[in-house]
């Protein structure tokens, strides 16, 4: 069987290192962290860890069902800035939501594009945007030469969009579909949870870190188009990236896989929706279970997540109607009985 990331880290032969990285593997500064050396080597060493990387993004492509999965050691913003880089000529135009993550612009900026901006209609009781129609998208398209759309689904809030409709659009228009899907990294594994861009968009990327138990700020980038996304990211990324966050990626998408990975994802939406059921002190806006967004009559949200501070929880962010507290892999009964008995208190 061929080498993974995870078989060869940790594995290496007494050779006398005269490479890069300087350390080869031993403890040379101590310090909190100085466990990362052992596994801190680079893409010319003895055991390729080039070869053990294409076949890990290989499995794990076959595994989402894409054409190409690249594993992405900067986030979702480098992500999105290949897929910007990889469909998108100077001059040209794409089209990006006005209150997008700066990542969507910036990408523009570095691929020279021409950015168009859509906006999308607040949902004013709860403060927090709605998503983009099939209908509102077209107005744009119709108008021409859009060469891609980025959007987010789902937003912050877990608000998402009808990524199949939007698709066919795009598609029939001539046009690229970047999907953000930064926060919808569980997606693909449970059918409990909003449907996953990944195997209909041309390029969707999802952040590892935020709600699927990795590591700062590891993120995947999928890919269902032939256009060739390893220029853009060689022009973005170093070349010498962290194995051991590569690693942690490829074990990060075995346990989302895994039997274990899958029943955590389950437990976690039975425990918010059984713990929902019961909390009647606060109103709940529903969209996708895990992104637990609330409101109460009689408070701002700024006095909501006040309250919720002062009682040692840490919200995700808040606005004028609501607040947002996000979950994921790594959220357990304790930690959300102790949220749910402060809003019972309320
Ligand atoms: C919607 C959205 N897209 C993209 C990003 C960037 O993600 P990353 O931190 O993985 O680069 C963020 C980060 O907060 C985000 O909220």
């Given at each position: 069987?061929?080498?993974?990331?995870?078989?060869?880290?940790?594995?290496?032969?007494?050779?006398?290192?005269?490479?890069?990285?300087?350390?080869?593997?031993?403890?040379?500064?101590?310090?909190?962290?100085?466990?990362?050396?052992?596994?801190?080597?680079s893409e010319t060493d003895f055991y390729g860890p080039q070869e053990a990387l294409?076949?890990?993004?290989?499995?794990?492509?076959?595994k989402y069902g894409t054409v190409n999965t690249k594993y992405l050691t900067n986030g979702s913003t480098s992500g999105i800035i290949a897929s910007v880089l990889t469909c998108v000529k100077s001059g040209e135009k794409?089209?990006?939501?006005?209150?997008?993550?700066?990542?969507?612009?910036?990408?523009?900026?570095?691929?020279?594009?021409?950015?168009?901006?859509?906006?999308?209609?607040?949902?004013?009781?709860?403060?927090?945007?709605?998503?983009?129609?099939?209908?509102?998208?077209e107005r744009y398209l119709k108008k021409g030469d859009i060469k891609a759309v980025i959007v987010t689904s789902p937003h912050y809030e877990g608000v998402v969009?009808?990524?199949?409709?939007?698709?066919?659009?795009?598609?029939?228009?001539?046009?690229?579909?970047?999907?953000?899907?930064?926060?919808?990294?569980?997606?693909?594994?449970?059918?409990?949870?909003?449907?996953?861009?990944?195997?209909?968009?041309?390029?969707?990327?999802?952040?590892?870190?935020?709600?699927?138990?990795?590591?700062?700020?590891?993120?995947?980038?999928?890919?269902?188009?032939?256009?060739?996304?390893?220029?853009?990211?060689?022009?973005?990324?170093t070349t010498s990236p962290s194995y051991p966050l590569l690693a942690s990626i490829e074990a990060n998408i075995k346990y989302l896989n895994s039997i274990k990975g899958r029943n955590k994802i389950e437990q976690l939406i039975d425990m918010i929706q059984t713990l929902k059921a019961e909390c009647t002190k606060v109103d709940f806006f529903e969209s996708d279970i895990t992104k637990i967004v609330i409101k109460k009559q009689g408070m701002t949200g700024y006095e909501l997540s006040e309250y919720l501070y002062k009682n040692k929880i840490e919200d995700e962010r808040a606005n004028d109607g609501s607040v947002l507290l996000l979950t994921g892999i790594g959220t357990d009964l304790k930690k959300l009985e102790y949220l749910f008995k402060k809003l019972n208190r309320l």
């Open positions: 069987m061929k080498q993974d990331l995870n078989s060869i880290l940790g594995k290496k032969p007494d050779i006398k290192f005269f490479t890069t990285p300087s350390h080869g593997g031993k403890i040379c500064i101590k310090h909190k962290y100085y466990q990362f050396y052992k596994h801190d080597i294409s076949i890990s993004e290989k499995r794990s492509s076959e794409v089209l990006i939501w006005d209150k997008s993550h700066p990542c969507h612009r910036n990408a523009c900026l570095l691929a020279n594009a021409n950015i168009v901006e859509y906006s999308i209609p607040l949902i004013e009781e709860w403060g927090i945007p709605s998503c983009i129609t099939p209908e509102n998208l969009s009808d990524i199949p409709k939007l698709v066919e659009l795009c598609h029939r228009y001539g046009t690229y579909l970047i999907v953000d899907e930064a926060h919808g990294a569980l997606y693909p594994f449970s059918g409990r949870l909003p449907l996953s861009a990944v195997n209909y968009a041309d390029f969707t990327v999802q952040s590892l870190h935020k709600t699927a138990g990795g590591l700062n700020p590891t993120a995947l980038l999928h890919t269902n188009t032939d256009l060739d996304i390893d220029r853009a990211l060689s022009i973005i990324n």
